[in-house]
């Protein structure tokens, strides 16, 4: 073969042989950036979902450690029936979120003010308990400017505040206390209480305790907003293992067939991938310590997946926000981009191989003349 052929052919081979390597290199580079990009996403969006969440039950903890100051102080008088719904009323008015505020006292009084619709005109309940001389306990429903529109007395209801897990967790800590989530019976709807003890400021005994019923469903409408990608979503697992919010709501809790309701848990069936995700944390969920976020890789339905958990820091609540996403949702730009580049790099050894060859062609034709006699005689 002939060496400007040769050459030639050298040369092509090494353009192609550059294209290529710089071609590798470059996707398996922004591979790797864009998976590191694909993490951080997802641990920045368990950091927002873990900032809405504590922000959404802050309000609650600071209504009743304001409503345990104004009864204290008898701002709020405690023995009231009427001024203390009227309150209770407007507490219910500063969040949506709130489902139910109530104070019961030690005698075993009690007003519990809660969002109801089932009467007509009537926006809210009320529900008094009296307990002397006689008991007497009392339901009322109020328009939304608290008039009432209906009552009914409930003789058998035989309802103690102070046997409640609320009242006694308050008393037990003297300090602001948090149930796990639970199905409020009234509504059925999922929920968390916050409640704090009342005490007498001229006595020192207890006059009772405060609390109010936070609705929790308005956090898996947060979270199924959330633009995590194609394919992503996000859940709120409380330390019991019950899924307390999703991004798809109907996984949050179902009824048994005797129609009682209760939260679906993370080791269940209804999500696997959120099973997965929470599976491949090291150390589980539980070994989070307050405001701790940490990141894995898992595999599922033949893919690779990517995990991001983070506890809340509010100790009271020790709950874990959980997001997932398939990598591919992250990486399938770049695979769209190095099918083009693998294209455009084969058209470039196509053309580059074919001007080769007709340049090849012409150095290598002959010199005109060079055949041509030059001797002198």
């Known amino acids: ?36 990009f694909a993490e951080g996403l997802t641990a920045r969006i368990a950091r927002d979902t873990t900032a809405y969440t504590e922000n959404f039950l802050d309000p609650a903890e600071d209504a009743a450690q304001l409503s345990q100051r104004l009864l204290e102080a008898g701002v709020v008088p405690h023995d009231d029936t009427e001024a203390l719904g009227r309150y209770l009323f407007d507490v219910l008015q500063t969040r949506d979120s709130f489902d139910g505020a109530y104070f019961g006292a030690a005698s075993g009084d009690f007003v519990y003010v809660s969002r109801d619709t089932t009467e007509p005109r009537a926006n809210f309940r009320v529900k008094t308990i009296e307990t002397g001389p006689d ?15 209906a009552a009914q007395d409930e003789p058998d209801d035989d309802y103690d505040p102070r046997n409640r897990p ?30 704090m003890p009342v005490a007498d400021p001229l006595s020192g005994g207890v006059l009772g305790a405060v609390g109010v019923d936070i609705g929790i469903e308005s956090l898996s409408t947060f979270l199924g907003g959330l633009e995590i990608s194609a394919n992503g979503s996000a859940a709120i697992v409380a330390e019991t293992g019950d899924i307390v919010a999703h991004s798809e709501e109907d996984f949050v809790a179902e009824a048994d067939p005797d129609g009682t309701v209760r939260f679906n848990t993370v080791d269940g ?3 696997p ?102 001797r002198q005689k």
Do not use: C, K
Not at 135 to 140: A, D, G, M, P, T
Not at 176 to 185: G, N
């Open 1 to 36: 073969m002939p060496r400007r052929l040769i050459l030639i052919l050298g040369l092509v081979g090494l353009q192609a042989l550059a294209l290529v390597v710089v071609l590798g290199i470059t996707y398996w580079a922004s591979q790797g950036v864009l998976l590191r």
């Open 135 to 149: 008991r007497e306990v009392v339901l009322s429903w109020r328009s939304e400017r608290f008039r009432e529109v």
């Open 166 to 195: 609320w009242y006694r967790a308050a008393l037990d800590a003297n300090a602001v206390s948090w149930t796990s989530p639970y199905i409020f019976f009234s509504s059925q709807r999922p929920g968390v209480t916050v409640s």
């Open 269 to 271: 069936a209804v999500d």
């Open 273 to 374: 991938l959120l099973m997965q995700a929470a599976a491949s944390i090291s150390g589980g969920l539980g070994d989070l310590f307050p405001g701790e976020i940490r990141v894995s890789h898992f595999r599922a339905d033949g893919q690779a997946w990517l995990a991001a958990v983070q506890r809340l820091r509010l100790e009271a609540t020790p709950w874990t926000v959980v997001t997932w996403l398939p990598e591919s949702d992250i990486l399938e730009p770049l695979h769209q981009v190095r099918t083009i580049a693998v294209w455009v790099t084969l058209a470039a050894l196509a053309a580059t191989a074919l001007l080769g060859f007709f340049y090849g062609r012409i150095l290598m034709r002959p010199d005109q003349g060079q055949g041509a006699d030059t």
